[in-house]
C-alpha cells in the first residue's frame, strides 16, 4: 500500500493550496482516508477524514468552514482543499487510510500513512 501526498508549497495568509493523497496498493472503497499535520514541536493533529464509499467527512475545528476533503474514485486519489490560511496552518501534512478507524481523529487509528508534504503559510 502506498499513500503519495503532494501540493504543499509556500503561500500568504489567506490564499489557497490543495493537497492530493494519491492511494494504491488496493482497493480502498471500503476505507476511511485522513488528512493529518504536524507544526514543529507539536504533536501530530487531525485535520479532515472521509469515507470512501458514501463521502461522508469530518472536521477539525479549527479548519471546519475552511478545508474541504474529497476524493476522486476513477484517479484513486483523495483531496484537501484549503481556503483563507492562516500562519497557524503551517505544518508537514499527512494523509493515512484504514478501513475501520477507532476513531477519525485518532493517529493510532490509521494503519497507512504517506510520506508529508509541507506547508508554509507567511503572514
Known amino acids: 500500500v502506498q499513500l503519495q501526498a503532494s501540493g504543499g508549497g509556500l503561500v500568504q495568509a489567506g490564499g489557497s493550496l490543495r493537497l492530493s493523497c494519491a492511494a494504491s496498493?488496493?482497493?480502498?472503497?471500503?476505507?476511511?482516508m485522513g488528512w493529518f499535520r504536524q507544526a514543529p514541536g507539536k504533536e501530530r493533529e487531525f485535520v479532515a477524514g472521509?469515507?470512501?464509499?458514501?463521502?461522508?467527512?469530518y472536521y477539525a475545528e479549527s479548519v471546519k468552514g475552511r478545508f474541504t476533503i474529497s476524493r476522486d474514485n476513477a484517479k484513486n486519489t483523495v483531496y484537501l482543499q484549503m481556503n483563507s490560511l492562516k500562519a497557524e496552518d503551517t505544518a508537514i501534512y499527512y494523509c493515512?487510510?484504514?478501513?475501520?478507524?477507532?476513531?477519525?481523529?485518532?493517529?493510532?487509528?490509521?494503519?497507512?500513512w504517506g510520506q508529508g508534504t509541507l506547508v508554509t503559510v507567511s503572514s
Open positions: 493515512a487510510a484504514d478501513r475501520r478507524p477507532a476513531g477519525w481523529a485518532r493517529t493510532d487509528s490509521y494503519e497507512y
Open positions: 496498493g488496493r482497493t480502498f472503497s471500503s476505507y476511511v
Open positions: 472521509i469515507r470512501w464509499s458514501g463521502g461522508s467527512s
